[in-house]
């Protein structure tokens, strides 16, 4: 197998990692990669928004099989490129075609797909440009918090949840108004949901799907979780509230009809599906559909996977997952996310990084990185994430933060407490 790889953060060096140790695997590239990745396979320098010159990559290197890590090229349509060149046929993808990363490429989309569906979900109105004064009127007298959603993607930042009706009315106005671009132009209104939440992964062929081990990420900057939001900063798996009865609950009221969804509207869908979901009194909610892997989620959730995971996403290609088997490691694992100081803010790149070689027992996956001749350069704000095994998840977070002592570079940070709140 001839392998591409699209991406460039934890989550693609994960990946890498998984794949490269696959006997199926006969060359693995990345594009556009990091210094991590570049270890495991070849980086390459390619555009992940220009698909025909993925394409020509593709033909020339006779590819097998693309891996599409992050969601901007899935929304914008990669997987529909390539189905619709006749010379393109034999490659297989991994992601959904555009109609199905719909379910993260709007929030009103997925709203919809799930009401449809009787999916459990936080009670919501939708409000276009032209719909500013019902909005308004709709906001008056409504409990707080209230929760803002931009439809379209906006880089993680799209979800403001409001402390007042004041508070909402001001951003409606600034959202609808442009506040986001395009992707604010439809807003999603939504009742609040108070409760804890998790991450669950699942692989689909379209048809019949396998669950990946449940995680948990912890997003905002500062400890205790405080501060502003980030891409991430931590992930424990598994997660201890998430237990039998909660997951059978996940699985006949989200995942199955989910899954049952995409088969019955033929959505063109061979991926992951991210279900984030918050448990509210024991009972399962969505909070959003992503239609890939999460990340930090994935550097905790890979090394737990002991199948082969270019099997398995061959096996979805191809329409044969319901006879897989998967494998997990029962070991907890933690990672910590070390990243540029003034991140999620303004931070500096270029900063050598030092000390990788002193890690031990840990697995490094690097984020924002790039090898430069002679030494690896931060590149990014977050820039690596340390993964470590223990018997439960305290015992692996307490090696990661070892070890995140050895690894230096100016401006580090990163939070001592993932995983505090369980
Ligand atoms: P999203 O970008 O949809 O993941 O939303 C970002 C964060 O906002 C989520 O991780 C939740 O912490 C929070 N959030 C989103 N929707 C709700 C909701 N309906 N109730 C409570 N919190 C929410
Ligand atoms: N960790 C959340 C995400 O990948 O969106």
């Known amino acids: 197998m001839r392998v591409l790889l699209l991406g460039n953060g934890g989550r693609e060096h994960a990946f890498a990692w998984k794949i490269g140790q696959s006997p199926l695997c006969e060359k693995l590239f990345i594009a556009p990669g990091n210094a991590g990745t570049g270890q495991t396979g070849e980086n390459v320098d390619l555009s992940l928004s220009d698909f025909p010159a993925i394409a020509a990559f593709a033909l020339e290197e006779r590819i097998d099989l693309i891996v599409v890590g992050p969601e901007a090229p899935l929304v914008e349509g990669i997987v529909d490129f390539f189905r619709a060149d006749d010379r393109l046929q034999h490659i297989r993808l991994i992601?959904?075609?555009?109609?199905?990363?719909?379910?993260?490429?709007?929030?009103?989309?997925?709203?919809?797909?799930?009401?449809?569906?009787?999916?459990?979900?936080?009670?919501?109105?939708?409000?276009?440009?032209?719909?500013?004064?019902?909005?308004?009127?709709?906001?008056?007298?409504?409990?707080?918090?209230?929760?803002?959603?931009?439809?379209?993607?906006?880089?993680?930042?799209?979800?403001?949840?409001?402390?007042?009706?004041?508070?909402?009315?001001?951003?409606?106005?600034?959202?609808?108004?442009?506040?986001?671009?395009?992707?604010?132009?439809?807003?999603?209104?939504?009742?609040?949901?108070?409760?804890?939440?998790?991450?669950?992964?699942?692989?689909?062929?379209?048809?019949?799907?396998?669950?990946?081990?449940?995680?948990?990420?912890?997003?905002?900057?500062?400890?205790?979780?405080?501060?502003?939001?980030?891409?991430?900063?931590?992930?424990?798996?598994?997660?201890?509230?998430?237990?039998?009865?909660?997951?059978?609950?996940?699985?006949?009221?989200?995942?199955?009809?989910?899954?049952?969804?995409?088969?019955?509207?033929?959505?063109?869908?061979?991926?992951?599906?991210?279900?984030?979901?918050?448990?509210?009194?024991?009972?399962?909610?969505?909070?959003?559909?992503?239609?890939?892997?999460?990340?930090?989620?994935?550097?905790?959730?890979?090394?737990?996977?002991?199948?082969d995971l270019l099997q398995l996403m061959l096996d979805a290609a191809d329409g044969r997952l319901a006879d897989a088997a998967i494998e997990i490691d029962e070991r907890a694992a933690a990672t910590v996310m070390l990243v540029s100081g003034g991140y999620p803010g303004h931070y500096e790149k270029h900063k050598p990084i030092e000390g990788l070689e002193a890690v031990s027992n840990s697995l490094v996956f690097h984020a924002g990185t790039r090898q430069s001749e002679r030494q690896v350069l931060t590149n990014g704000g977050r820039v690596l994430a340390v993964t470590s095994y223990g018997h439960d998840f305290r015992a692996a977070l307490a090696n990661s933060l070892k070890n995140a002592e050895l690894v230096d570079f100016e401006g580090k940070y990163y939070r001592r407490d993932i995983g505090f709140d369980l």
């Open 95 to 307: 992601g959904p075609a555009r109609q199905g990363a719909l379910l993260e490429g709007s929030k009103s989309f997925a709203k919809e797909f799930m009401q449809k569906r009787h999916i459990p979900t936080a009670a919501h109105r939708e409000f276009g440009s032209a719909q500013l004064e019902e909005g308004l009127r709709y906001l008056t007298g409504r409990k707080p918090p209230i929760v803002l959603k931009a439809d379209g993607l906006a880089a993680g930042k799209g979800v403001l949840i409001c402390g007042s009706v004041a508070e909402a009315k001001d951003e409606l106005k600034a959202m609808l108004g442009g506040k986001f671009g395009a992707a604010s132009s439809t807003v999603v209104i939504e009742e609040f949901l108070d409760g804890i939440e998790f991450s669950v992964f699942a692989l689909t062929d379209g048809q019949s799907y396998k669950l990946l081990p449940v995680a948990k990420d912890y997003k905002r900057i500062g400890e205790g979780d405080t501060g502003l939001n980030t891409g991430g900063m931590g992930a424990v798996s598994p997660v201890s509230f998430v237990d039998q009865a909660l997951m059978e609950k996940v699985e006949t009221r989200i995942v199955q009809p989910t899954i049952q969804g995409l088969s019955e509207e033929r959505m063109d869908y061979c991926g992951f599906v991210f279900f984030g979901l918050i448990s509210v009194n024991g009972d399962p909610f969505v909070i959003e559909y992503n239609c890939r892997m999460g990340d930090p989620e994935t550097e905790v959730v890979f090394p737990r996977l002991q199948s």
